[in-house]
């Protein structure tokens, strides 16, 4: 059953990011729940995510990161290369490896996690649209005729895109209720 789990996940995460210039991640905390009544005390306790002294079952951060280079002929600056590509980070729990659990506790764990990382995976999105929209942007940015000028554009149009997309993310967090509106319960599981 351990073997499915770890598959799915696999499956689930990777199936939702085909392109190339996406990085995930996974880093996960331990819990050993002896029943499935056990699990949210024991996600409780360990997790490691705190904001504003909130604890969080699960969270996902994400990056983009880019790199240009410019030429200038004639006057005039413009790129020549452009690159970005988006690392993600989901912190979530486990079942501990070194833990025996019942079936019953596992497939608890099993259907909330794949209820909270479906809820992880909407900030992930928000995130990819943020690299999409920095793609389109970088490769039809404007020409300057200072570099330095055209090199500060570029950060601060980049700096806006991502300032979006993780203003959407709070809204996303706010409207769900940070997944709650989406199922993410452990309640519903056991």
């Not at 073997?3 to 996974?26: E, H, M, P, R």
Request: hydrophobic share 40%; proline share 3%; with cysteine.
């Amino acid at each position: 059953m351990r073997v499915w789990f770890i598959f799915l996940v696999f499956l689930y995460s990777n199936s939702a990011v085909a392109d190339s210039a996406i990085n995930t991640l996974f880093e996960y905390y331990d819990i050993s729940p002896k029943t499935k009544y056990d699990i949210k005390p024991e996600i409780q306790k360990s997790t490691p995510i705190i904001h504003k002294s909130i604890k969080f079952h699960g969270s996902t951060s994400w990056l983009v990161e880019w790199s240009i280079s410019w030429k200038k002929s004639n006057g005039i600056c413009y790129l020549d290369f452009s690159e970005a590509k988006l690392n993600v980070l989901f912190k979530m729990p486990r079942i501990s490896p070194n833990f025996s659990a019942t079936n019953a506790v596992i497939d608890a764990f099993n259907k909330y996690y794949e209820a909270l990382l479906k809820h992880e995976n909407g900030h992930m999105n928000n995130g990819i649209k943020a690299l999409k929209d920095i793609k389109v942007l970088l490769s039809n940015f404007n020409s300057f005729s200072d570099c330095q000028v055209l090199n500060e554009a570029v950060k601060n149009s980049i700096t806006n895109v991502v300032g979006k997309y993780k203003r959407q993310d709070i809204a996303y967090d706010t409207q769900t209720k940070h997944g709650k509106l989406q199922g993410v319960s452990i309640k519903d599981f056991i």
